[in-house]
C-alpha cells in the first residue's frame, strides 16, 4: 500500500501475498525498522520531527512530502495502528483518536455543517445519545431516531438535508442486531454516508464497509485492548472522508498517545485468538442464562432464540462477548444479583480478559430518563454481561451463585 512508505511502514516482499488473511495483517504489518534492526516496533515518544532544511520543511507543512511532522498529526506508533485496523476493516485510510468517544465526535463533527440532519438507531450508547440531543443542538445539527426492530420505518425519518446514517452493531447494551446490508441499500438511494459503530465486533468478527458502510468507528478500548489498560479510538474508511475527519482532528487535537498506540498495535496481534475463546464463553454463558428459571430473557446474537439470529449469522463470524439479560424481580433482584457475585467483576468498560457485569440503567445509560431508557430497550433489570476469558466453568459457578442470592 502506498503510505505504508509515507508514514514509515513496511510491508514485507515474503509477506506481501498473505495480506488479505487476517492474523498475518495483524502480526505483520509494522513500522518500518530503524538502523537497530529491531524485531519488536519500538516507541516513537516524541512530539515533533526535525527537518534537513527550509525547503524541507515547507514542502512538509504544505503536504508536498507525507511525512510525520508533529504527533498530533501522525506518529510511526499510530500509523502502524490505523494501517491495521484499515487492512482489517478493507478500509482505504484512517485516523486514531485518544478515546472511543473522540472517535465518534470528530468523526460526526467533522463531516456535519450547522443545518444537517442525523438518522441513527435508537439504541445508542449513553454518551453518542448526549452528542445528539445536547451538543449538536448548539450547532443547530439536528437527529431522528428509529427502532431497531422496525427498521422499515428508516425512511420515513429521512429528509433534505438528512447526510448521516448512524447505527451500532450489536447494539449497546441491549446487544439487538441491525442488516447492515439493508443499511447499506438506504444509505446509497438515498446518498447518505453510513457510518457504523463496530465496538461489540472488532474488525475479526465484522466488517461493515463489506456490507455498504462508507466509515466504521472503534472503541479500541474495549476488545482491541482487550486488558482494560489504555484508551483509544480509530475511524476508517472511505479515503476522502477520512481526509476531512483528518484535517477536522490535525486542528481540535484528538489525536491518539504514541504509547497507546504502540499497546493497542501489540494488542491487535492477539485479537483472533482472544476473541474465539471470548466468543465460546459467551455462548455458553447465553445458553446457561437461557435456562435458568429466574431469568426472563437472553440476547446474544449467536443464540437461534435472537430475533435477528439470521441476520447476525450472515454478518458476523462469532456472537461477541457481550449477553445482555433480564432479571425477573427488576431492579432490585438485578442489585442483588450483581452485590452477589464473586468473582466477575463491577465495573463500566467492557472487553477485558475478566468478564465484566454492568448494571446499565443506574452506570452507562443513567443520563436518560426512563422514557428515553425504555425506549432504547434498556429496562430497569436489564444487566450486561462482558465474558472474558477465566475458565467457563468458574464464570457460570459464579453466576449460578449470585443467582442462587
Not at 475511524?235 to 484535517?247: A, M, P
Request: proline share 3%; charged share 25%.
Amino acid at each position: 500500500m502506498e503510505n505504508l512508505q509515507a508514514m514509515g511502514l513496511e510491508e514485507s516482499g515474503s509477506n506481501a501475498h498473505f495480506q488479505e488473511n487476517f492474523e498475518t495483517i495483524a502480526v505483520r504489518t509494522q513500522s518500518e525498522r530503524t538502523q537497530f534492526q529491531e524485531h519488536s516496533v519500538p516507541l516513537y515518544l516524541t512530539s515533533s520531527y526535525v527537518f534537513e532544511d527550509s525547503e524541507d520543511m515547507r514542502a512538509s507543512f504544505a503536504e508536498e512530502k507525507k511525512r510525520n511532522i508533529y504527533s498530533r498529526f501522525s506518529n510511526p506508533n499510530t500509523s502502524e495502528f490505523i494501517e491495521k485496523v484499515a487492512r482489517m476493516e478493507g478500509a482505504e485510510a484512517g485516523y486514531a483518536f485518544a478515546t472511543g468517544m473522540a472517535a465518534v465526535f470528530s468523526t460526526l463533527a467533522a463531516l456535519l455543517n450547522s443545518g444537517d440532519h442525523i438518522v441513527a438507531a435508537r439504541s445508542v450508547f449513553g454518551s453518542t445519545h448526549g452528542l445528539f440531543t445536547k451538543y449538536f443542538p448548539k450547532w443547530n445539527i439536528t437527529h431522528s431516531y428509529f427502532d431497531v426492530n422496525e427498521p422499515e420505518t428508516i425512511e420515513s425519518h429521512i429528509k433534505p438535508e438528512t447526510k448521516i446514517l448512524f447505527a451500532e452493531s450489536p447494539t449497546n447494551p441491549g446487544v439487538d442486531i441491525l442488516d447492515l446490508e439493508y443499511l447499506g441499500k438506504i444509505a446509497k438511494k438515498h446518498d447518505l454516508i453510513l457510518i457504523i459503530d463496530n465496538c461489540f465486533a472488532t474488525p475479526y468478527i465484522q466488517n461493515p464497509i463489506k456490507f455498504g458502510a462508507d466509515l466504521v468507528i472503534h472503541s479500541a478500548t474495549k476488545l482491541i485492548d482487550g486488558q482494560g489498560r489504555v484508551l483509544g479510538g480509530v475511524t476508517v474508511g472511505r479515503e476522502d472522508l477520512i481526509r476531512e475527519i483528518y484535517l477536522f482532528s490535525r486542528n481540535t487535537g484528538p489525536a491518539l498517545s504514541p504509547f497507546n498506540a504502540w499497546v493497542l498495535s501489540k494488542s491487535l496481534e492477539t485479537l483472533s485468538v482472544r476473541l474465539e475463546k471470548h466468543c465460546e464463553n459467551a455462548l455458553r454463558v447465553a445458553e446457561f442464562l437461557e435456562e435458568n428459571a429466574k431469568i426472563g430473557w437472553v440476547k446474544y446474537p449467536f443464540l437461534k432464540s435472537h430475533p435477528q439470529y439470521k441476520i447476525a449469522k450472515n454478518q458476523m463470524r462469532l456472537g461477541g462477548n457481550v449477553v445482555a439479560f433480564e432479571i425477573k424481580g427488576g431492579i432490585e433482584a438485578g442489585r442483588r444479583f450483581i452485590d452477589s457475585l464473586q468473582l466477575c467483576t463491577r465495573s463500566a468498560n467492557l472487553g477485558d480478559t475478566r468478564t465484566i457485569v454492568t448494571h446499565p440503567a443506574s452506570t452507562t445509560h443513567s443520563k436518560l430518563n426512563e422514557n428515553e431508557r425504555l425506549e432504547a430497550g434498556i429496562s430497569e433489570g436489564l444487566v450486561r454481561i462482558s465474558v472474558g476469558l477465566e475458565h467457563i466453568d468458574d464464570i457460570i459457578n459464579d453466576l449460578k451463585n449470585a443467582l442462587n442470592n
